[in-house]
């Protein structure tokens, strides 16, 4: 997930050129060689510089950052479940070598998880050429058509086509899935990844249509929302203000989730929520609405509400209908109820962070 480091580093960069790092650009550079991806911005900006000489210059702030780089949601999971289960992997990536060691090193056992790991120097030409994967393949000792890629950029989707191989594709930016036709499957992130549709051992790790996941937290005074959920929908959802956790919610997929609230002066319930893109706003904005699965008299605008996200159930989908659409949420709403009543999820009912904006009211 180096895109949100790629922006940050670009946008202090430019400053000293007088130019203002445009955040849509970073899907012309997602996935090319380091070189093509310098050639991009100079030519973009105009930069009284050459490719070598922008690389020279940001290599070095590159390196000092790796370091923050979070994994993708799920990867660390997939790589465990396919490492016990004894799935050889390869690790193929435009980025230098020594800069995919660097990477990968502030991740605990993924580089033991891999029998090969390739570079884009070490081939002649690198994705959308399908030479990496081949290459991969073959030290794998693998017939490339049997090989499955993961992929999150586009050049590499082509590369891994070219390799006659199967192709699972996981956008790294959002709203891009319809560009990835060419995949023979575009997932929303690697928590829907089902390994035993391409010939692989099955997660195991699926509770009652849900995902256990590492918990977050997230909180703040509810917000007028659209008004769409209590009019159209007829579900009352609390909304918090994503602002100053648009961090927090782009290190999370879009989807549904669930997990405990709890209302200052009121008391903790079991609480429903989806995560999605804004209609309203462009990209970069998500949104958390969630749904106190309870009957409360009046609204509570203003309130202050914490929430404990602790387990995932499904990705955005589109509905042809309204009624599909109400229908799913109450479906979702059926599976959180249930599931939060596992010791597993309701443990956390009692959670620090959701117990302490009760105790300054009572």
Request: with cysteine; charged share 20%; hydrophobic share 40%.
């Amino acid at each position: 997930m180096s895109d949100g480091i790629v922006s940050d580093v670009m946008r202090d960069y430019l400053v000293k050129y007088g130019k203002q790092w445009d955040g849509r650009g970073v899907h012309k550079i997602v996935g090319k060689t380091p070189f093509e991806a310098a050639n991009v911005v100079v030519e973009d900006y105009g930069l009284p510089i050459t490719a070598d000489g922008l690389l020279s210059e940001i290599t070095p702030i590159f390196s000092e950052r790796w370091c923050n780089i979070k994994a993708q949601p799920g990867a660390n999971r997939l790589l465990n479940h396919l490492r016990g289960h004894g799935v050889p992997m390869a690790l193929a990536s435009n980025s230098s070598k020594e800069n995919i060691l660097t990477k990968i090193s502030y991740h605990q056992g993924w580089k033991e998880s891999f029998s090969v790991i390739i570079g884009g120097d070490e081939v002649s030409s690198g994705k959308p050429s399908p030479e990496i994967f081949l290459e991969a393949a073959k030290r794998l000792n693998m017939d490339p058509s049997s090989c499955l890629v993961i992929e999150d950029s586009m050049p590499g989707v082509t590369a891994g086509k070219a390799a006659e191989m199967e192709v699972v594709a996981v956008p790294s930016l959002p709203k891009q899935s319809h560009l990835f036709a060419s995949a023979d499957e575009v997932i929303n992130s690697l928590l829907d990844f089902q390994p035993e549709k391409w010939g692989l051992p099955a997660f195991e790790d699926w509770i009652e249509g849900t995902l256990p996941i590492e918990p977050w937290y997230i909180g703040g005074p509810v917000i007028k929302g659209f008004g769409r959920g209590s009019k159209v929908l007829g579900i009352p959802t609390a909304n918090l203000s994503a602002e100053g956790y648009s961090a927090v919610l782009s290190e999370h997929p879009s989807g549904v989730y669930f997990g405990w609230a709890g209302l200052a002066s009121r008391g903790v319930y079991k609480m429903v929520m989806s995560i999605g893109w804004n209609p309203y706003f462009n990209n970069s904005e998500k949104t958390i609405e969630p749904w106190l699965l309870h009957d409360f008299n009046e609204d509570f605008y203003g309130e202050d509400l914490r929430l404990a996200i602790v387990g995932y159930i499904r990705p955005e989908a589109n509905f042809s209908s309204l009624e599909s659409l109400v229908a799913k949420i109450h479906e979702d709403r059926d599976i959180a109820e249930k599931a939060l009543e596992l010791p597993l999820y309701l443990k956390y009912k009692d959670d620090p962070y959701i117990k302490s904006s009760l105790k300054q009211n009572s």
